[in-house]
């Protein structure tokens, strides 16, 4: 039994009123501007975002650092990424992202490693700068084929006063021009992981744009250059793009940042296109490209195939017919396959229901390959979204839709128990509170370690993923059969 | 086309399809301009070498692949053990983020834990208001029966002092007066995981015991026949909690554990959400001081813990991860002494199996080099375990074991002809641990999950015997502990040493001579 549109929004606001009833008052405050209905019609979908958490709520959101070793500069694939500071931070984020690579690690890649200066007492108390540059000489001589250090730093290196700046120029001159970048992503700074994408991609603006050989990696241009910008190759996400992007006729001379190399970083600027998927992580650094390189940029989604195909056509009115006809042979190409796909999975999924509470893109971004299935998705919500990211969300979400932001686990846990979606989409700190509820339930941080779920490749991994959580027989046996006549 | 609706291509088959692979090559040609073939070949080699062990064993500053995480994640452990407990971290939000990960990735479990959301403002101005907020809203959203309160680094170097916050939080009013409200000072850079058990455990035990910073009486201690048992930081924690407390039940023993998560991260999937589940409870502790003895299974885990509870006036026998058949005996004997019963038929019945299986199976053992590393103790109950089943562990590390580790390692090397050929190594990372698979090749790997890496590069099979395991499920909800524990580790290393025997013999007309039906 359906609800109409309006009785959703009654439900909506009931249940919102209800949750923020468990709270302090000082608090339902602050949380009630972070829940409401989307308004068919509204610019962006009624909520406060990118605001501080609430202590002691259970925030599922992470920080700075996550943002910039664990997003942005960790997936740069030859450069050696510095936890700088305590060991925690880079062991829980250790090879924990699937950005798939081609290298050999250890060698000449290096993503899928741990490398700290492990800060004991002593270091906080006299500084870690020396214990710094003794590390860059000890990569230089262990690691020799890396082709740049990065400093990621941690909580307490922007609170005693270390320098890693001069330390990393100093370094730079020693080693003879050896990309070197210092990025300030403490844990503290900002609210949410996405600061930290922010201040790596202006780490990348001022210390590798700007400091930039140009005659150094010299390649033939062409008037089909383009750059991926923002996918994470999350299980060969950029992969299962790039092929689609190739065959329509565009040479992709840069990945950002998944089996991206520093190179590739380098090559960028002169790219007569930047596509960008992940907007939230990587829009800085785009609106630096077209700024100072005169670099245009555009969104994408390939989640899917009807966003897909429109994202190829959005992509190729950039470029010549030639482009364009490139971009309907491949829509044309895959035609099959997704028909083939939506065959098989569509009744197995259609008029199913899914709530979301992911990062970056993809609150929005999936909910199109998830209607491509006959799903709905009914609630949504971004860890740390901005209110350009809701903006967007308008164009994807239906009327009544439940929008939730920096969602607490109350929230989620009560919004669920009384929707009972067929399936939550979030990820691994949120998966066994579902599944142990009966709820079937996808990672949609790192699919759940499948994927890829990009491009058309992805598109029947996506569907084959969804329909195996929905419809596993492992959801009828919950309920012991002596308590069903209950 | 690579992908096929009949037949999906995960992506480890995807990307060997021929549009895939000719895509890669052509990357790398045009654009990544990476280190020729060859120059990467010779590194390779280089790496193999003692000239690049030398340099590797030299590094002072550097730590590649450490076998240790912070302390906050044992504080998010210990609260984990106690009843209707929540963990609180006070300090920057992304830290517990990656621990409610990590023990989830392990586990397979939901793990509680909420964070005090620290921020600029609180970088410069201390965090108080965060406590006082992060208390009152813990408090009234998850209804805990007592809030453990831990610190991240950030909290540590801005100095904010936790029994006094807490102590203006409740006059506040962010919970009452008398609420429970143990801490723990858990700077992330001092010692590892394993310390941090140790400061949380001890936070409790000090609270209830010494009277609640100073908000009430101190406990008098009024003997009795009870046994404390104390397991330390241990991965298969949902296992052998169970199992220990068989043994004491076979015993008749009466007994408590301090911090039992074994339920919390065991909880069924029946359609309901348990976010608190078991645990040792509050009247538990208060009455655990009267108990005769506690006993630390895992000394380096609880040495302050240790001392506290000596301080009060208990017998605490300290061990180190007994496991195996003379590991066990220990355990039983030291409980049998302190507790005046005898070790009953029972139990000597499946010492005897035990003895019986390694009896059957050591010949398949006796001599292989072993390397391994892991948590001190863990190390010390595997070298002991290893070294009676007629197995060298060759190479023994430890990120988070010190000297006074490394002593007691030497001590099991030297009691046993085994040991002979054996090396300890202390605050050692997995690095170094590739330099030495390189140099001094061995039979298997004792590790954990990251060990894979270990086995890619130098072809040592890995066995998974260390937290975390993120990519193989549920090690953790067997038992390594007791006879029991010490079978499904024999087990466990039978199976890799056949698996590497068959697929060393697999090859048809050319090895399978070898590839033998009865092993």
Request: net charge negative; glycine share 8%; aromatic share 10%.
């Amino acid at each position: 039994m359906s609800l109409t549109v309006e009785e959703t929004k009654a439900r909506n606001k009931e249940l919102i009123e209800e949750v923020l009833k468990a709270y302090p008052e000082k608090t339902a405050k602050r949380r009630a501007k972070h829940l409401n209905t989307h308004e068919e019609g509204k610019s962006d979908c009624n909520v406060k975002s990118n605001i501080k958490s609430v202590p002691g709520v259970m925030t599922i959101r992470g920080c700075a650092y996550a943002g910039s070793k664990g997003v942005v500069w960790g997936p740069i694939k030859d450069m050696i990424h510095i936890s700088h500071g305590p060991v925690g931070c880079g062991q829980y984020s250790w090879a924990a992202r699937r950005n798939y690579y081609i290298g050999t690690t250890g060698i000449d890649t290096f993503v899928t490693m741990q490398f700290t200066s492990d800060f004991q007492e002593k270091d906080i108390v006299f500084g870690g700068d020396k214990k710094l540059e003794k590390i860059m000489d000890e990569i230089q001589v262990l690691f020799p084929l890396n082709k740049g250090i990065t400093v990621q730093s941690e909580c307490p290196i922007g609170l005693i006063g270390d320098d890693i700046e001069a330390v990393s120029k100093k370094k730079t001159k020693e080693y003879n021009g050896h990309t070197i970048v210092p990025v300030r992503c403490e844990g503290f700074r900002g609210v949410s992981q996405s600061l930290g994408h922010h201040i790596a991609n202006d780490a990348v603006r001022d210390w590798v744009f700007d400091k930039m050989d140009p005659d150094k990696n010299k390649f033939e241009s062409t008037p089909y250059d383009v750059a991926i910008i923002g996918d994470y190759n999350i299980g060969g996400d950029a992969w299962s793009s790039r092929i689609l992007l190739e065959e329509m006729g565009l040479r992709v001379i840069a990945q950002w940042s998944g089996d991206g190399s520093i190179a590739e970083l380098e090559n960028t600027p002169k790219a007569k296109l930047n596509v960008l998927h992940c907007y939230r992580s990587m829009n800085y650094i785009s609106r630096h490209m077209e700024e100072k390189y005169g670099v245009p940029w555009v969104e994408y989604n390939f989640f899917g195939p009807s966003k897909i195909a429109a994202s190829l056509r959005e992509i190729a009115s950039h470029f010549d017919d030639k482009i364009k006809e490139g971009a309907e042979r491949v829509i044309a190409k895959y035609k099959a396959l997704t028909d083939a796909v939506i065959a098989k999975y569509r009744p197995r999924l259609e008029g199913k229901t899914v709530m979301l509470f992911v990062g970056g893109l993809r609150p929005r971004h999936v909910i199109g390959a998830y209607e491509d299935l006959g799903m709905n998705v009914v609630g949504t919500g971004y860890e740390f979204g901005h209110n350009d990211d809701y903006q967007r969300t308008t164009h994807y979400v239906k009327d009544g839709t439940l929008i939730y932001d920096d969602v607490t686990g109350f929230e989620f846990e009560k919004f669920v128990e009384k929707i009972q979606p067929d399936l939550v989409g979030s990820g691994i700190k949120e998966k066994y509170v579902f599944q142990k509820m009966g709820v079937p339930f996808r990672q949609m941080h790192s699919w759940d370690y499948s994927g890829p779920y990009h491009g058309y490749d992805g598109f029947g991994i996506f569907a084959r993923d969804m329909d195996m959580a929905i419809n596993s027989p492992v959801w009828s046996l919950s309920k012991a059969p002596w308590k069903k006549a209950a | 086309m690579p992908q096929n609706a009949e037949n999906i291509l995960d992506h480890e088959n995807l990307f060997r399809q021929p549009e895939y692979v000719e895509m890669f090559e052509n990357k790398k040609k045009n654009f990544e301009f990476s280190v020729p073939v060859d120059k990467v070949k010779e590194i390779i080699e280089w790496t193999k070498s003692k000239d690049y062990q030398e340099k590797n064993f030299a590094r002072d500053s550097l730590t590649v692949n450490p076998a240790k995480a912070c302390q906050p994640l044992g504080a998010v452990f210990v609260a984990n053990g106690f009843a209707r407990t929540l963990s609180f971290v006070h300090g920057s939000q992304g830290c517990v983020a990656y621990y409610r990960s990590h023990f989830s990735r392990h586990f397979k479990e939901p793990t509680s834990c909420v964070s005090s959301s620290m921020t600029e403002d609180a970088a410069v101005f201390g965090g108080l208001n965060n406590m006082i907020d992060g208390l009152a809203n813990t408090h009234s959203l998850y209804k805990p029966d007592m809030i453990a309160v831990s610190t991240t680094c950030m909290a540590e170097v801005i100095g904010d002092d936790l029994n006094a916050f807490i102590k203006t939080a409740k006059e506040k009013g962010s919970v009452p007066m008398e609420y429970d409200v143990p801490f723990a000072h858990t700077p992330a850079f001092v010692g590892s995981h394993i310390t941090g058990y140790d400061n949380a455990l001890m936070g409790i035990l000090r609270h209830f015991w010494d009277g609640k910073a100073d908000t009430a009486p101190k406990l008098e201690r009024v003997p009795n026949e009870s046994i404390n048992f104390i397991g330390g930081f241990d991965g298969f924690v949902v296992g052998n909690i169970p199992e220990i407390r068989r043994i004491f039940k076979t015993m008749g023993i009466e007994h408590t554990f301090l911090c039992d998560p074994s339920d919390n991260w065991n909880t069924p999937t029946d359609g309901t959400y348990r976010m608190y589940d078991g645990g040792t409870t509050k009247q538990q502790v208060i009455d655990a001081l009267n108990a005769k003895a506690t006993i630390v299974f895992q000394q380096f885990s609880a040495e302050k813990t240790a001392k506290l509870i000596a301080d009060h006036g208990q017998e605490v026998v300290s061990l180190n991860h007994p496991m195996g058949v003379a590991g066990t005996d220990q355990f039983l004997m030291e409980l049998s002494r302190i507790t005046g019963k005898p070790i009953p038929a029972e139990l000597e019945l499946e010492r005897g199996r035990l003895v019986d299986a390694i009896a059957d199976s050591q010949a398949h053992l006796h001599g292989k080099k072993y390397a391994l590393y892991g948590d001190p103790d863990l190390m010390l109950g595997l070298t002991q375990f290893l070294l009676e089943l007629g197995a060298e562990p060759t190479h023994v590390l430890s990120t988070n074991g010190d000297d006074k580790w490394a002593a007691k390692v030497q001590a099991l090397f030297d009691a046993s002809p085994f040991g002979k050929n054996c090396k300890v190594y202390p605050k050692r990372d997995l690095w170094h641990m590739r330099s030495l698979l390189f140099t001094e090749p061995v039979d298997f790997l004792i590790g954990n999950t990251y060990g894979k890496y270990l086995e890619r590069d130098t072809g040592t099979p890995l066995i998974r015997l260390v937290f975390p395991i993120f990519d193989r499920h549920h090690y953790h909800r067997m038992p390594i502990w007791g006879y029991e524990g010490a079978m499904r580790v024999l087990v466990m290393l039978l199976d890799e040493f056949f698996e590497a025997l068959d697929a060393n013999t697999i090859i048809p007309g050319k090895t399978d001579y070898s590839y033998d039906i009865i092993r």
